[in-house]
Structure formats: C-alpha cells, structure tokens
C-alpha cells in the first residue's frame, strides 16, 4: 500500500512499512478498518439495540479489536514525538503540530488530548489512503482506455520534465492538461460516491418532499456529476471540458462535489490533489520512458 507509506511520512516524519504492533502490522489493521466501515452495523440504524446484533454477528469484537490496535500504535507513535527532540533543520509532522497545539492552546471544548490527536489521525488515514488510491486507478483506468488522451498528458509531463528521473511537485504547476485529467476523473469515479451523511437542521422542501429536522441525508456525487442538464455527454471522459469551465473540486460549484462542501467538506483536498497528481504524473513518466526505450 504506496499511499499507507506516503501518509505515514507525512503524518509520523517516517515510513513504518512493516511496523508490528499487536498481532499484525499497521497495513493489515488499516484494512480490517476499511472492511468495518463498509460492513453493516445495527446501531447505526437501532442506536438503542442495534449492539445486541453487532455482538451477535461479531462485528462488536472486531471493532473493538481493530480500535486496540490503532489506538496502541498512535500512543506508541506519540510516545516516540514526546521523548524525540527535532533539530532545527528537521522539518515537524503532523503529530508535532497537534502536539504543540495542545500544549499552546486550550479550545471552547477544552484542551487537544492525545485522545483528539489520535482521532485526527484516524481521519487521515482511512480518509486519505483509499480515496487517493481508487483516483489514480480510475484515471489510469480511463486513459488506457482513451489512447490519445494519454498520450497528450504523457507528452505534456515529459516535455515539462525531460530527462530529470521523475517528476516533483515544483513542476505540477507546469502540467495544465494533468490538472485536467485530474479534475475529471473525479467527476465521473468519485471516490465517494455517497458523502459522509448529513442530519438536516431545519424544515426544508425539496421537489414536493417535506424533509424535516434531523433527517439523515445521502448525497450523490456519483449521480451529480453524471448530470446531462449540467454536463456534456457526462458518460464520456474528457478532460477538455474543464478548459474553459470554472468548476473547481472547492465546494463552491455544486454541480461538482468530488470533495463536498460546507463545514463537513474534506480538509484533506489540497494535500489529496496534489497526491493524485504527483503519482498519475510519474506513473506516466515512468510508461512513457519505458515505449521511448523499446
């Protein structure tokens, strides 16, 4: 999993591929995460019985597994940023940023414990590792699937590039037609085709339907950005649509909600963006050397 490793260098300062804790490893854990998120639990749906079904099928002691796990890896992994003394010319982590947050500041809700620090980087990781991986399958998906396509953003990224070995992030802002291919992918494969529930707060109607306080709410990017009324042929991957198109992934252009909007939008969008393109940009750096060498 390149992405666990990446987030793990911008969350921890290093990469702990391989790290053993409890009895698995941090990537094993990572995926037991993601298969509890998509599983079915009865107290979501009867918060005051529901946990008699989730012990009866077993999904209570699996949660609460995976939670010892993730909760003895992250006090470990803080443990280490509290007894570790940065030079100055080391850059901080994430963990020392919150770490100094909670010692410089105290909240309306009350200092940043460990407890917070840890459900903040709980967040990171299952909202960061597969959303970002799901993007660049897709967008390699769609451009092995539209040759000419390719073969645009592939000269784009080696002329931008030339002979250095691989791209970095300095050049991204150099690669206009990645940015594009960047953009759509998400528009037609949103990595969350539904986005984080939502609980309405006030007495709304929407085309007949009364929907009243504390409705959970199901939006639909998936259906959104496949919308005829706001996109040309919406089924077709093209990045050229976002030419001369303003739409942009910030939550401001409702037609394109790749990352949501409002106060629950995804805090992660720069740093998934640029992710997505750094990869696809030296995945395609790396295909399009290996056809100049045959």
């Given at each position: 999993?390149?992405?666990?490793?990446?987030?793990?260098?911008?969350?921890?300062?290093?990469?702990?591929?391989?790290?053993?804790?409890?009895?698995?490893?941090?990537?094993?854990?990572?995926?037991?995460?993601?298969?509890?998120?998509?599983?079915?639990?009865?107290?979501?749906?009867?918060?005051?019985?529901?946990?008699?079904?989730?012990?009866?099928?077993?999904?209570?002691?699996?949660?609460?597994?995976?939670?010892?796990?993730?909760?003895?890896?992250y006090q470990n992994v803080i443990d280490e940023h509290l007894n570790y003394e940065r030079t100055k010319s080391e850059q901080e982590d994430i963990i020392d940023v919150l770490l100094k947050v909670g010692r410089d500041h105290t909240g309306p809700g009350?200092?940043?414990?460990?407890?917070?620090?840890?459900?903040?980087?709980?967040?990171?990781?299952?909202?960061?590792?597969?959303?970002?991986?799901?993007?660049?399958?897709?967008?390699?998906?769609?451009?092995?699937?539209?040759?000419?396509?390719?073969?645009?953003?592939?000269?784009?990224?080696?002329?931008?590039?030339?002979?250095?070995?691989?791209?970095?992030?300095?050049?991204?802002?150099?690669?206009?037609?990645?940015?594009?291919?960047?953009?759509?992918?998400?528009?037609?494969?949103?990595?969350?085709?539904?986005?984080?529930?939502?609980?309405?707060?006030?007495?709304?109607?929407?085309?007949?339907?009364?929907?009243?306080?504390?409705?959970?709410?199901?939006?639909?990017?998936?259906?959104?950005?496949?919308?005829?009324?706001?996109?040309?042929?919406?089924?077709?991957?093209?990045?050229?649509?976002?030419?001369?198109?303003?739409?942009?992934?910030?939550?401001?252009?409702?037609?394109?909600?790749?990352?949501?909007?409002?106060?629950?939008?995804?805090?992660?969008?720069?740093?998934?963006?640029?992710?997505?393109?750094?990869?696809?940009?030296?995945?395609?750096?790396?295909?399009?050397?290996?056809?100049?060498?045959?």
């Amino acid at each position: 999993m390149h992405m666990v490793r990446v987030i793990c260098r911008v969350a921890f300062g290093k990469s702990y591929k391989g790290r053993e804790f409890d009895n698995g490893r941090f990537e094993e854990a990572v995926n037991e995460a993601f298969a509890m998120l998509g599983g079915f639990s009865g107290t979501h749906f009867f918060p005051y019985v529901g946990w008699i079904l989730d012990k009866f099928t077993g999904l209570h002691g699996r949660l609460e597994k995976c939670f010892q796990q993730f909760d003895d890896f992250y006090q470990n992994v803080i443990d280490e940023h509290l007894n570790y003394e940065r030079t100055k010319s080391e850059q901080e982590d994430i963990i020392d940023v919150l770490l100094k947050v909670g010692r410089d500041h105290t909240g309306p809700g009350g200092p940043l414990t460990n407890d917070y620090i840890k459900a903040i980087l709980l967040d990171i990781f299952l909202g960061g590792v597969d959303t970002t991986t799901v993007t660049v399958v897709w967008a390699m998906t769609e451009l092995v699937k539209n040759p000419e396509v390719m073969k645009k953003v592939q000269d784009e990224v080696r002329c931008s590039v030339g002979k250095k070995g691989k791209v970095v992030e300095a050049v991204l802002d150099q690669l206009k037609f990645l940015k594009m291919v960047v953009k759509e992918t998400p528009r037609l494969h949103p990595p969350a085709p539904l986005l984080h529930p939502r609980e309405t707060m006030h007495h709304f109607t929407i085309n007949g339907y009364e929907i009243y306080p504390k409705t959970r709410v199901q939006v639909n990017v998936y259906a959104i950005g496949r919308d005829p009324k706001y996109w040309k042929n919406p089924e077709e991957f093209m990045p050229d649509r976002f030419m001369d198109n303003s739409n942009d992934y910030k939550g401001t252009h409702f037609e394109y909600l790749p990352f949501g909007a409002g106060r629950r939008i995804c805090p992660a969008i720069y740093m998934g963006i640029s992710m997505v393109a750094l990869t696809l940009a030296n995945l395609l750096y790396a295909l399009s050397g290996a056809f100049l060498m045959r």
